[in-house]
């Protein structure tokens, strides 16, 4: 028919009729949505992949970075400007305390011939005829805390930490000195320097608790001529117990110490079998 638009028709009793796209379109806009029940994939959770262990490990360097800035800016304001003074005391402490020669390494020599030889090492000083072992700078550092001992030069025969039986720890020094007034009597009491220190800390000083020394009487005249003294060891199994090995007149012998509770020192064996 003429007149009507292409998408619609007529029907015999001359109404219009949808025909083609229009009424396909009109037949979806009428029709009720049918609801689509999601799959057990879409309702699953998102699996996210775990995040990579090297994160973990940067938050806690982190974390351990800054509880040591607080721990110094702790001990900065706790000592002002000494801070930076006792943190090299405590450094120079620490060496002490951990300092082991190795036990064939000779620190102090009278016999003659020996210390001729000796005169050409650099880490031996030359006096009145005998040789004496330069000291280590740790407990060069440190001794300047203290009263004035044995002056240079002297020869650093132990240090280390020891512990008496129910103490807390304590450095022990022993030094062999040049100044002394029967260099002959040699590892006797009298004879040598000896301290017992209570370690510095944070907030409190070094303290010196040296007690008596108590041992064997001094040697005989005939064995004061030749002396070869060797560095003082701890005792692994006994943390109150050093040794010192020494030679005279070509025999060797052993001084056994112990801390005593006390702070006093008692060294024995200065003649007797090793």
């Not at 796209?21 to 049918?34: F, G, R």
């Not at 930076?84 to 060496?95: D, F, I, K, N, S």
């Not at 070869?228 to 701890?234: E, H, L, S, T």
């Not at 006994?238 to 509770?261: C, M, Q, Y």
């Amino acid at each position: 028919m003429h007149g009507l638009d292409s998408t619609q028709g007529a029907s015999s009793l001359g109404f219009p009729i949808e025909t083609g796209a229009s009424w396909s379109n009109h037949a979806m806009e009428s029709s009720p949505a049918i609801p689509v029940e999601p799959s057990a994939a879409d309702s699953a959770p998102l699996d996210y992949a775990p995040r990579p262990p090297g994160h973990r490990r940067h938050w806690f360097r982190r974390l351990v970075l800054f509880v040591l800035l607080l721990g110094v800016t702790i001990f900065a304001v706790r000592l002002g400007p000494q801070a930076g003074e006792r943190a090299v005391l405590l450094y120079h402490q620490r060496g002490c305390l951990n300092y082991t020669a190795p036990p064939d390494q000779v620190v102090f020599d009278s016999d003659p011939a020996r210390v001729v030889k000796l005169a050409n090492d650099p880490n031996f000083v030359i006096s009145g005829g005998r040789a004496f072992r330069r000291s280590p700078e740790d407990w060069l550092a440190l001794s300047r805390e203290l009263p004035s001992g044995f002056s240079p030069p002297a020869a650093l025969l132990f240090m280390h930490e020891l512990r008496a039986p129910g103490c807390a720890p304590r450095l022990v020094v022993i030094e062999q000195g040049g100044n002394s007034a029967n260099p002959e009597y040699f590892l006797v009491p009298g004879g040598f320097d000896h301290r017992v220190l209570e370690p510095a800390g944070i907030q409190h000083a070094l303290n010196d608790v040296t007690g008596p020394c108590s041992g064997n009487t001094p040697l005989a005249p005939s064995s004061r001529s030749a002396f070869r003294i060797y560095a003082g060891q701890p005792d692994p199994a006994d943390p109150s117990h050093f040794t010192i090995r020494f030679t005279a007149d070509g025999v060797t012998r052993v001084v056994n110490g112990h801390l005593k509770a006390d702070g006093s020192l008692d060294m024995r064996g200065l003649y007797g079998p090793p």
